[in-house]
């Protein structure tokens, strides 16, 4: 298992930037996929961003490509979501995943984080 907390979000204006951290711990060495998901008011959780452990190439969601940007320190075992160009769209709590080679897909979740775009 793999424990997984979200930092980093707050309050932004439109055409401003926030940067999430997604510090992870324990269960790592059969990690290959890592990312962020979010959940507006009233919708379905939606992809986000991904990252393959191994250097592969990242995959954003058409809505945020271009303006959100993943990335992964390894040396701190912290995941990032850098977002700029935000839009009250963006709007929603924003959770970080991860994927081991198990078959079992997404399943370590972090509780999630607060991004509230105002315009």
């Known amino acids: 298992q793999v424990q997984m907390v979200e930092s980093g979000g707050g309050l932004a204006q439109a055409g401003g930037s926030l940067r999430l951290s997604c510090a992870y711990s324990?269960?790592?060495?059969?990690?290959?996929?890592m990312g962020w998901f979010r959940q507006a008011p009233g919708k379905d959780r939606e992809f986000v961003a991904q990252?393959?452990?191994?250097?592969?190439?990242?995959d954003y969601a058409d809505s945020v490509k271009g303006r959100f940007t993943i990335s992964r320190d390894t040396a701190r075992n912290t995941m990032y979501l850098h977002m700029t160009s935000l839009k009250p769209e963006d709007t929603a709590i924003y959770y970080c995943?991860?994927?081991?080679?198990?078959?079992?897909?997404?399943?370590?979740w972090g509780h999630g984080t607060q991004v509230t775009v105002s315009s």
């Open positions: 995943a991860a994927a081991a080679t198990d078959g079992m897909g997404w399943s370590n």
């Open positions: 324990g269960r790592l060495f059969n990690l290959y996929r």
């Open positions: 990252l393959t452990t191994h250097g592969g190439p990242t």
